[in-house]
């Protein structure tokens, strides 16, 4: 089992290029997220699909759009990158069991965005 | 609004000590608080997690106390050793797990250094 996998791993734009973050997982879970982290901000939900066919925006969705492509890969799409958009994205699988849920990282994209 | 505080920032601690990172969290709807930990250039991986119908959970060095009333939740390491040397995330979510209402709020993060 891979678990989660991301591409690309690094990567670096100028402002109002466009690119697609790809996260795909093997574990057969129906839950997938992308999250991005900044310096002393922790993690921050940017879009979630809680199943395939599914999406849903989280607490930071301007300027990403997303695709649950199957129910294997959930990809993140910026449109015209910007400076802000600096950081290092993670996607994340998840299941539950009886008493809580646990969700499975990938090992992110660190995006620069100049 | 932050949903889920976390302290300190950062923490050092000698070889043997005690760490204890602390997280308050607002929502009385939250019933799951996960301890993740995160090394340098990977991913947050699950540490340890409690629910409310238990005031601690222990598994190996690692100790999650629970104080429903304060609304407060803390991870205690024990013997912390340099391999602990990472940064913890404590977060929240309420029971509908796969849905809007199971998404995790996550704390800032704490640096944990455990020197030799």
């Known amino acids: 089992n891979a678990g989660v996998t991301q591409t690309p791993k690094f990567q670096v734009l100028k402002t109002g290029q466009s690119m697609t973050l790809q996260c795909a997982q093997d574990?057969?879970?129906?839950?997938m997220y992308w999250y991005r982290q900044d310096p002393g901000m922790g993690l921050r939900l940017i879009y979630y699909?809680?199943?395939?066919?599914?999406?849903d925006k989280g607490e930071v969705p301007n300027g990403y759009n997303v695709s649950r492509l199957n129910k294997r890969e959930f990809s993140l799409r910026l449109e015209s990158a910007a400076p802000s958009q600096t950081s290092v994205y993670f996607c994340a699988s998840s299941y539950s069991y009886g008493s809580g849920y646990e969700q499975y990282f990938g090992p992110g994209t660190r995006l620069t965005v100049t | 609004q932050q949903q889920v505080k976390q302290s300190p920032q950062s923490l050092i601690v000698q070889k043997g000590g005690i760490s204890i990172i602390n997280c308050a969290y607002e929502?009385?709807?939250?019933?799951?608080f996960p301890w993740y930990q995160q090394f340098p250039g990977k991913g947050p991986a699950l540490l340890i997690a409690?629910?409310?119908?238990?005031s601690e959970k222990k598994e190996g060095r690692f100790t999650i106390s629970f104080n429903k009333s304060a609304k407060q939740f803390s991870l205690h390491i024990m013997d912390s050793q340099p391999g602990d040397s990472a940064t913890y995330f404590c977060a929240a979510s309420k029971g509908n797990y796969g849905g809007s209402q199971g998404n995790l709020i996550f704390g800032k993060g704490t640096k944990l250094s455990v020197k030799p």
């Open positions: 699909s809680a199943s395939e066919g599914t999406t």
């Open positions: 929502n009385t709807a939250f019933d799951y």
């Open positions: 574990m057969n879970h129906n839950s």
């Open positions: 409690i629910r409310p119908d238990v």
